[in-house]
């Protein structure tokens, strides 16, 4: 528990340098409520389409829009940023990508890694790591992320961190939603 505690301080610590210490305990228990949500949200079996691990629809035009946007992929490798039951990540893969699926939920890397052995997808590396720490990983050509810039806070610092995560000439691509968007 305190090897977790320290670890995920100093991710928070790293994403966001110039907070005092107690507001990064604060943030810590903010961030393992949250990461008990989705542990839940993801244990509730192939039924739920909430937590079912498939590939998406091919032609799902945010997904199409990505690919474009980083253009040549050949011996690429992009990380699926806070991946989630990995709709995302296994589209890339189908097109021949490396991805790289982090996401901060045990359950969600979980049923991810069952399902690329299952079906012997040999291009995905599910990595169960907090955004705060994808440095580790060394730089990547690419960072995708569909919903999940809006749970990280403090964002600006955040978008500083991610830049030094891609290599040179590297892009970023993030889908998120608004305000406007109706139900
Ligand atoms: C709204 S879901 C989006 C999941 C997936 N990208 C999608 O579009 O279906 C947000 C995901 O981000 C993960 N997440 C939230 N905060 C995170 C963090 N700080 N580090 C890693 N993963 C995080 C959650 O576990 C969850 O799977």
Redesign the pocket.
Known sequence: MWRLFLSQLN?LFLSAPHQSLNRLVSMWRV?MQ??E???N??SKGKKDSNSRVEMPDLNNPILQRALGHFGSIENKTVI?????????TLFFAYYGVNVIS????NV?IANLSKYCKDNDVRNVTPMK?????ISKLGKVDFIF????L???EPFDEFVRFLRNVIKPGGKGFF?ENNDEIKH
């Open positions: 991710a961030f949250a990461s949500f989705w542990d949200r993801y699926d940023l806070g991946c989630g039951r990995g709709a995302s982090v996401d901060f939920s969600a790591m907090p955004a705060q720490e992320g569909s919903m999940i809006h749970h990280i889908w």
